[in-house]
């Protein structure tokens, strides 16, 4: 398939490029540089630097290059930023989707493979979080991927043949196991690649946000999902698109705490992690893991690279080599 990725110079769809390219599949690649590395593409991936937005040029591009399906990854996904600027949120994660199907309706691209997040279930009553919990998100963050996902599920209502799946991941962790491509976010908010900042000396040292939490060591527990399983992820949900709106979660089933990764870490990199004790963050659950046994049932794909060591192996290779991320290292294209 000719598979046209937004969001490709980010750190997921970076990753997600080389795994479609592996499987056969021809790549485009659509960013407006707006957060990511033109160094994070590969040289011979054809790039149309836009915004998923510009109705006009996302149409053109699927047109010329004959795109059948659209992974879209472009999205601002900080949630402390989308509480302080929603409208930034509504403008750039939800009206950019609607160009983007508006450009695919004109175009007719009639698939669609969609990041979504568990930030749409909000603060569940139950865990594990399976698929047909509330969605019911705490912040415009979660509003803006949910509102996203009620576009695509309408218009799969009303066009018998559009086909669309919302993968809804929880945590993403670890990097390209050659170290070519890694996670690079300014600012970095994400857990292990704060703590490996911490370790190449780029920060002086970790805030864990709150010990005193309802969990074993009072640290929030998260899911993390390596980027390599997620992108396998993206390859099967699109090799099995079928008409209409499907959904699921992308998570490996169970959570590590904030104290077991750091120990992780100290286990991978040889040293213990320089951590103060922090307040908590307004608006942390304490707790959010996936029930991922739907997308395992249905098509067959569950995590692999579960041992959380190795995605901080992997992401730790990536640090070493480049502990400010692709900065400096404008010339160095994988
Ligand atoms: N990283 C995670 O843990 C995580 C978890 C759940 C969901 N997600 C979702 O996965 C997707 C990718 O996340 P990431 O961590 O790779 O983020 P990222 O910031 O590294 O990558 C996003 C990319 O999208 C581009 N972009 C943003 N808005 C755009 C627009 N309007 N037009 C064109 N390009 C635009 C940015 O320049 C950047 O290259 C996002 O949609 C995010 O919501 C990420």
Redesign the pocket.
């Known amino acids: 398939m000719n598979v046209l990725v937004?969001?490709?110079?980010?750190?997921?769809?970076?990753?997600a490029i080389r795994r479609v390219r592996r499987a056969g599949h021809h790549v485009v690649a659509?960013?407006?540089?707006?957060?990511?590395?033109r160094q994070?593409l590969p040289a011979d991936v054809p790039f149309v630097e836009?915004?998923?937005?510009?109705r006009e040029r996302v149409r053109a591009a699927l047109v010329q290059h004959q795109i059948e399906c659209v992974m879209?990854?472009?999205?601002?996904?900080y949630v402390g930023e989308s509480v302080g600027q929603p409208l930034l949120y509504y403008r750039?994660?939800t009206a950019?989707t609607l160009?983007l199907l508006e450009a695919m309706q004109a175009a007719g691209v009639k698939r669609l493979v969609?990041?979504?997040?568990?930030?749409t279930y909000g603060e569940p009553a139950s865990m594990p979080i399976h698929e047909e919990l509330p969605q019911s998100p705490i912040n415009p963050?979660g509003w803006s991927?949910l509102f996203s996902e009620r576009m695509m599920r309408d218009l799969c209502g009303a066009a018998a043949d559009f086909s669309c799946v919302a993968l809804?991941?929880?945590?993403?962790?670890g990097s390209a196991e050659d170290a070519s491509i890694g996670?690079?976010?300014e600012p970095e908010t994400?857990l292990i690649p704060v703590i490996l900042q911490a370790f190449a000396g780029v920060r002086e040292k970790i805030s864990v946000h709150g010990d005193d939490y309802p969990t074993p060591d009072g640290t929030c527990i998260r899911d993390y999902v390596h980027?390599e399983d997620l992108a396998d992820a993206h390859v099967v949900a699109m090799e099995r698109l079928k008409p209409g709106f499907a959904y699921y979660n992308v998570g490996i089933g169970r959570g590590h705490s904030v104290k077991e990764i750091l120990a992780a870490a100290e286990a991978v990199v040889g040293r213990a992690p320089p951590y103060e004790i922090g307040p908590r963050r307004p608006g942390d659950p304490p707790t959010l893991y996936a029930d991922a046994s739907k997308i395992q049932r249905e098509l067959g794909w569950r995590a692999t690279r579960t041992d959380i060591r190795e995605a901080i192996r992997n992401a730790w290779a990536w640090f070493e080599r480049r502990p400010r991320g692709y900065a400096g290292a404008a010339k160095d294209r994988p």
Do not use: M, P, Q, W
Not at 50 to 54: L, M, P, R, T, Y
Not at 72 to 77: E, K
Not at 168 to 173: D, E, G, S, T
């Open positions: 937004t969001g490709a110079a980010g750190y997921i769809g970076s990753h659509l960013d407006n540089l707006s957060r990511g590395h994070a836009c915004d998923v937005a510009d879209h990854f472009a999205a601002f996904a750039n994660n950019g160009g969609f990041s979504s997040t568990c930030a963050y991927k809804r991941y929880f945590n993403v962790a996670e690079d976010h994400h980027v």
